[in-house]
């Protein structure tokens, strides 16, 4: 009589398919951790890449405007009594100009305003993308909106202000505005508060200089404990969740720059 052995088929033990589990949770919390961890560094540098594409476009386009400031008129020395003046501050340097679209501010949410006649003999264009004739005149009025930063342009006269605007950049927390007068020591920068608000003969206006925090369009969601929460601009202390207007974790980053008005002089 032959005898068949049997073969006893045996499956996992408890302890061996808890090891289990638990070798492929910890495969799976690493390979998520990796995907955050890469997707967290994209979002970074996508933030990072939009803050570039501000600065270089939108601002150079604003400072070459600004360089124009009083391009065109025959006085030449800027102050808040300059008929036609370059940097505009009341209504003597445009008639019948609405004071809420002045140059103004000391804080974070500024507004520069500024003119100049197109004497190029070129056709050149206004902030909003409209030819400016050669000899018009052009207002542009630069401020922020809905968390960017917007202009708006009227030619010969201020008729059109208001009603069309232009986005210059967006994603932008802060714009702030100095304006730079010549004293014995050379040039100071002061806001547009402290000028209106000098005793005596306002000093000439020979340069703006302005600041700008900028903040990517995506919020970064998990990273908190790393993004940079506290900047200086123009000497101004920036806090995020603070400062007004300035909140949520975004990439940003600071921009500083001076622009010299090439038709501004001191006499």
């Known amino acids: 009589m032959k005898y068949v052995k ?3 088929e045996q499956g996992f033990t408890l302890i061996e398919l808890m090891i289990s589990i638990t070798l492929g949770l910890l495969v799976i919390a690493i390979a998520a951790q990796v995907y955050l961890t890469s997707y967290s560094t994209n ?3 996508k933030g990072s890449s939009e803050l570039t594409e501000g600065s270089v476009f939108g601002i150079q386009q604003m400072e070459s405007h600004i360089r124009l400031a009083n391009l065109g008129n025959e006085v030449r020395q800027i102050d808040n009594t300059t008929p036609d003046g370059g940097i505009v501050l009341s209504a003597n340097n445009a008639l019948s100009i609405k004071t809420k679209d002045l140059t103004s501010g000391g804080g974070f949410t500024d507004r520069l305003t500024i003119q100049f006649r197109n004497v190029t003999g070129e056709d050149i264009f206004d902030c909003e993308g ?55 020591t050379g040039t100071a920068y002061m806001t547009t ?32 404990d ?23 974790n975004y990439v940003r980053g600071v ?11 001191l006499n």
């Open 43 to 45: 979002a970074v540098q």
């Open 6 to 8: 049997k073969q006893v």
């Open 193 to 224: 508060a402290d000028y209106l608000a000098f005793k005596g003969t306002k000093p000439a206006i020979t340069s703006v200089r302005m600041g700008l925090l900028l903040r990517g369009n995506q919020p970064i969601t998990d990273v908190t």
């Open 130 to 184: 409209k030819a400016i004739t050669s000899g018009n005149r052009v207002i542009e009025s630069y401020f922020l909106q809905n968390g960017d930063l917007k202009c708006d342009a009227s030619q010969n006269g201020v008729s059109n202000l208001g009603k069309n605007t232009q986005t210059i950049i967006k994603g932008v927390d802060v714009f702030a505005v100095r304006l730079g007068v010549q004293n014995s």
């Open 255 to 265: 921009y500083e720059s001076t622009t010299y008005l090439r038709n501004a002089r």
């Open 226 to 248: 790393t993004m940079k929460k506290n900047f200086q601009l123009l000497g101004q202390d920036i806090t995020v969740g603070t400062t007004p207007n300035v909140s949520g």
